[in-house]
C-alpha cells in the first residue's frame, strides 16, 4: 500500500468499518531548519554577466515542532490490553492508539534503511526482570530532567539526542532503563520499525465524545512481542506481569540492529512517552468476551432472563392474583421502576413515597399536567388508599428549578427573554385596542402599525393633494373622542394573551431577527442540554445503587412526563405574576419545540458536525446504563442501536458518568443494540494455535471470486506466525522476526490470491494480523440475545 493521500470527507466512513493506511506523513519533518535567498543583480541577461554591487542573501530560521521527549496525556486514545487488566492475552500484540495521525513519522531517523517511512517511535513488552532502577514507580519508570537523562554514564547506554531549540534542559522527562542482555531480543530491529506502526481512518459516531478527532485519523505502535504468560495447564489464579511503554528510539538507531555493540554498558535508557502493565493469564478473566458474557448473567451465575435486564429493583413478591393486594401493590411498582424512599410530609411526620426517575422499564402514559405545571404541589400525587406519596414528576420540577437557579447565565437570559416577550405583547395589545391607527395594512407592513398608515397615506393621492391649491374646510373639525377605558383591563389582556391570533404574532416574532430571537435561541440551546439530563445529579437517574449492580447491563425508555416537568421547573423561575404564567404557557410551545431541536443535534454540533443535519426534535426516548470493567478496559467502547429496518438509530448523548460507568440515549426505540470494542482499537495477535487466517488484500475484480478487501479468502486458509520468532533461550520472549515473517507471508499470500499480490506494507499486515472486533448483541423483544 502506498504512503496515505490528504484524508477525504471522514464522515463518509461507516459506521464499524475501518481504514488502513501505511502511514500518514507530515509535509516536513520536525527539526530546525534554514531558508536562504540570495538576490544578485547583473549587469546584462546572460548568467554569467557581471554582478552589480554584493549579493543580496536573507536567512530565516525554523523550527518544526512535534514532541521528543514527551507527549500530550490525552494524545492515547486506546491501550490494549487496557491497563491494570487480567486476562488470556498471551496471542495478543499489544498496541497503542493514538490521536494524531503523523505523531510516528513526525521526527526523522537515520542510518541504512531508514526513510521517511521509518517511525521514531516503538512500543516495548517487557517484564520486570528485565527493567533496571525505577522501582518506585508501578511501570519502572524514572523521572528526571532533560539534562540528566542526556548525562554521561558508565553503566548506561544513553542516545544520541539532538535535542530541539524549544527543550530546555531543565525540562522533564521519564525514561526507562532495559538490561543489556534483554534489549537485543526484545527492541525492534531499524529496519522492522516501519511494519510496527500504521494509519487507521474510523468513524467515531458511536463513541463516547472524549476530546479525541472526531471522525478522523488516528496512528496506531503495535508491539513485536507477545506477552510473557504462564504455560498452558497452570493454575487459573497464576499470572506473569508485563509492563509495556512506548519508546522514542531516536538516537539508538546504531543499537537497533541483530548484534548491537553496547559498549559494555549493563542497561540501555530510552525515553518513556507512556506506559501501563496488564497481568496475562492462562485462562480468560477480563477480556472483553468474558466480560460482556458477564453482563448476561444473574449473580448467582444464571442466564439472566429479558424481564432482568431492565432499570429497576428486584421484586421480592410476584405480580399474581394468589398474592395479597398490598404486596402486588409493591410489586407493581418495583416493577414499573419505582423505589420506595424515605418521605417527610410538611407537618413533619414521616412516612415513605415513591420515586421513579426519567429512566423506565415501561413506557408511561403521557399527561399535560407535567408541561403546565407551575408549582412542584401541582405534580406531587397521594393515593389516600394507601396513605403513600408519588415524588417523582415533583422532584423533577424542583431538580429543573434548582439547577436554573445554580446558572445565573441561564437565569438571566431567561429574565432577558420574559421581559423582550412583555414587551411585544404589549405592542401588539397597544396595536390592537388602538383607535388612532387603521387596523389594515399592506400586506407589507404589519397592520395597526404607523409605518402601515403612512404607506396606506403614500399608496392614495396624497401627491396630488399636495399639488393642488389649498381649500377651505367646508365642515368644522372635532377632534376623535378617546376611546373608553376597557371595565376589566386584566381579563381583557387575560382573553388578549389566549387568542390563537396573538399565539401566532408571538411564534412570528420568536424567529424574527431582534432582540427577542437572541435570548429565545440561548434558552433553547440550555433547556436542550437539560433535556439530555446533562446536569441532572446521577442519584436522580439511578435513585437506588441495587438497580445497576456492578458488571451489569440495564435497559430503559425515557420518561416524557420526568422531561416535561424538568423543563417546566427550570422555566418557572422569576415567575412574578399571573401575566408572567399566562404569557410564558403561550410561548412554552415553541419553546419546547426549540428545545428538543438543540437536544437532537447536541452530539454532532459537539463532534464538530453540523446540527442542522441532525433529524429535528425527539421521538420516543430509550437508552441504556453500562456499569462494567468494559468501560474503563475500553473508554472508546463503541455502541450501536438500530431500528427495525436495521438502520442506525441517533444517538443523542453517549457519556462517562463515571470511570466505570455509560450512559447512553438513545434518539427512537431500538430493535437491537450492540457494544464492541472500537474499530480504531481492535487487537492484533493469533489464534489460539498460532495461526492468523489469510485476507483478500486485493480490491474487485482482481480479489479471489470478487471478495471484499479484508474479506478471510476460505475457511481453513492459515497462516503460522509463531513459526517466525526470534530465537532465545527464554521461552516467555517471542519477539516477531519480520524479516522473516515478511517474505513469508507474502508467499502465502500470492498462492492464496493465485496471482502476485504486490510488497506486503505496514497496513497488509496489520489487515493480516487483526482480530476481529468482538461485540455482544442484544436484540428486541421479537428476537434473542446474541
Known amino acids: ?197 500504521h494509519c487507521r481512518g474510523a468513524n467515531t459516531g458511536d463513541r463516547p465524545i472524549l476530546g479525541i478527532q472526531e471522525d478522523g485519523l488516528f496512528s496506531v505502535v503495535v ?96 405480580d399474581t392474583d394468589a398474592v395479597p393486594a398490598p404486596r402486588r401493590h409493591v410489586a407493581r411498582r418495583l416493577n414499573d421502576g419505582y423505589v420506595p424512599l424515605p418521605y417527610r410530609i410538611r407537618s413533619g411526620e414521616t412516612t415513605y413515597g415513591w420515586y421513579r426517575g426519567p429512566f423506565t422499564p415501561v413506557v408511561p402514559p403521557r399527561t399535560d399536567r407535567a408541561a403546565q405545571a407551575t408549582t412542584a404541589d401541582a405534580l406531587l400525587a397521594y393515593d389516600p388508599a394507601r396513605g403513600s406519596f408519588d415524588a417523582s414528576l415533583a422532584t423533577a420540577f424542583e431538580t429543573g428549578r434548582a439547577i436554573a437557579l445554580a446558572d445565573a447565565a441561564f437565569a438571566q437570559h431567561l429574565l432577558a427573554f420574559r421581559h423582550a416577550v412583555r414587551q411585544v405583547v404589549d405592542t401588539l395589545h397597544h396595536q390592537a385596542t388602538s383607535t388612532h391607527l387603521s387596523p389594515g395594512g399592506d400586506g407589507r407592513q404589519r397592520p395597526g402599525t404607523a409605518p402601515a398608515a403612512f404607506g396606506t397615506l403614500l399608496d392614495g393621492h396624497l401627491l396630488t393633494a399636495l399639488g393642488a391649491p389649498p381649500g377651505r374646510p367646508r365642515d368644522p373639525w372635532t377632534p376623535p373622542a378617546p376611546a373608553a377605558p376597557p371595565a376589566d383591563p386584566a381579563g381583557e389582556l387575560d382573553t388578549f394573551l389566549r387568542s390563537e391570533a396573538t399565539r401566532a404574532a408571538l411564534t412570528a416574532a420568536l424567529a424574527g431577527d431582534d432582540g427577542l430571537r437572541e435570548h429565545f435561541g440561548r434558552v433553547a440551546d440550555w433547556l436542550g442540554q437539560l433535556l439530555l439530563l446533562e446536569p441532572v445529579p446521577f442519584s436522580h437517574l439511578v435513585p437506588d445503587q441495587r438497580m445497576l449492580p456492578q458488571e451489569s447491563l440495564r435497559f430503559f425508555h425515557t420518561d416524557p412526563n420526568w422531561l416535561a416537568a424538568l423543563v417546566s421547573g427550570a422555566l418557572a423561575i422569576g415567575t412574578q405574576s399571573s401575566r408572567d404564567t399566562l404569557q410564558d404557557r403561550t410561548v412554552t410551545a415553541a419553546i419546547r419545540t426549540a428545545a428538543a431541536d438543540a437536544a437532537a443535534g447536541h452530539r454532532e454540533a459537539r463532534r464538530g458536525g453540523a446540527a442542522a ?66 474499530q480504531e482499537g481492535f487487537r492484533f495477535g493469533v489464534e489460539d494455535h498460532g495461526l492468523i487466517p489469510l485476507r483478500n488484500v486485493l480490491r474487485p475484480p482482481r480479489s479471489p471470486r470478487g471478495l471484499p478487501l479484508g474479506e478471510q479468502i476460505a475457511p481453513g486458509l492459515d497462516f503460522p506466525v509463531l513459526d517466525h520468532l526470534r530465537r532465545t533461550p ?51 423483544p421479537e428476537g434473542d440475545r446474541g
Not at 544578485?40 to 536573507?58: C, W, Y
Not at 486514545?77 to 490521536?99: C, I, M, N, T
Not at 506473569?240 to 531516536?250: F, M
Not at 496471482?755 to 428486541?780: C, K, S, W
Open 613 to 678: 443535519d441532525a433529524a429535528p426534535g425527539l421521538g420516543p426516548g430509550s437508552g441504556l446504563l453500562l456499569r462494567s470493567a468494559l468501560v474503563s478496559g475500553w473508554p472508546n467502547l463503541a455502541v450501536r442501536a438500530y431500528d427495525p429496518a436495521g438502520e442506525l438509530l441517533p444517538v443523542l448523548r453517549m457519556d462517562h458518568l463515571s470511570p466505570t460507568v455509560l450512559l447512553c440515549l438513545f434518539n427512537g426505540l431500538p430493535a437491537a443494540v450492540e457494544i464492541s470494542e472500537p
Open 223 to 318: 508491539a513485536g512481542r507477545f506477552p510473557a504468560a504462564p504455560p498452558r495447564g497452570s493454575d487459573a489464579d497464576s499470572g506473569i506481569r508485563n509492563v509495556v511503554h512506548l519508546v522514542s528510539l531516536e538516537g539508538h538507531e546504531k543499537v537497533l540492529v541483530a548484534d548491537p555493540d553496547l559498549r559494555g554498558r549493563t542497561s540501555v535508557a530510552l525515553l518513556s512517552l507512556c506506559s501501563w502493565s496488564f497481568l496475562a493469564h492462562p485462562d480468560r478473566q477480563a477480556d472483553f468476551t468474558g466480560l460482556a458474557d458477564g453482563l448476561t448473567r444473574t449473580p448467582d451465575g444464571s442466564r439472566a432472563g429479558r424481564e432482568e435486564m431492565w432499570l429497576r429493583l428486584p421484586s421480592p413478591y410476584e
Open 1 to 197: 500500500m502506498s504512503p496515505s493521500p490528504q484524508h477525504p470527507a471522514r464522515d463518509a466512513i461507516p459506521l464499524g468499518d475501518v481504514e488502513l493506511h501505511d502511514n500518514y506523513l507530515p509535509a516536513l519533518p520536525a527539526g530546525d531548519y534554514r531558508v536562504e535567498a540570495d538576490h544578485a543583480l547583473r549587469t546584462g541577461p546572460n548568467e554569467g554577466a557581471p554582478v552589480v554591487g554584493d549579493v543580496f542573501r536573507a536567512v530565516q530560521r525554523f523550527t518544526v515542532r512535534a514532541p521528543q521527549v514527551a507527549i500530550d496525556t490525552n494524545a492515547v486514545v486506546a491501550r490494549q490490553p487496557p491497563d491494570a487488566s487480567s486476562g488470556r492475552f498471551a496471542e495478543v500484540l499489544p498496541h497503542v492508539v493514538l490521536g494524531d495521525p503523523m505523531l510516528p513519522w513526525e521526527r526523522p531517523m537515520s542510518g541504512p534503511g531508514t526513510s521517511r517511512e521509518t517511525p521514531w517511535l516503538a512500543l516495548l513488552v517487557l517484564t520486570d526482570d528485565q527493567l533496571v532502577g525505577g522501582t518506585a514507580a508501578p511501570t519502572r519508570t524514572i523521572s528526571a530532567t532533560v539534562q540528566d537523562f542526556l548525562a554521561d554514564d558508565a553503566d548506561v547506554l544513553k542516545p544520541e539526542l539532538t535535542v530541539e531549540s524549544d527543550i530546555g534542559p531543565g525540562d522533564p522527562c521519564a525514561y526507562i532503563q532495559v538490561a543489556a542482555a534483554a534489549f537485543p531480543a526484545v527492541a525492534p530491529r531499524l529496519d522492522e520499525l516501519r511494519f510496527l506502526a
Open 730 to 780: 527464554d521461552p516467555n520472549v517471542r519477539t516477531l522476526d519480520i524479516g522473516s515473517l515478511i517474505p513469508a507471508l507474502a508467499a502465502a499470500l500470492n498462492a492464496a490470491h493465485g496471482t502476485a499480490v504486490g510488497p506486503i506494507g505496514p497496513a497488509d499486515l496489520a489487515m493480516q494480523l487483526v482480530r476481529v472486533p468482538e461485540a455482544i448483541r442484544f436484540n428486541g
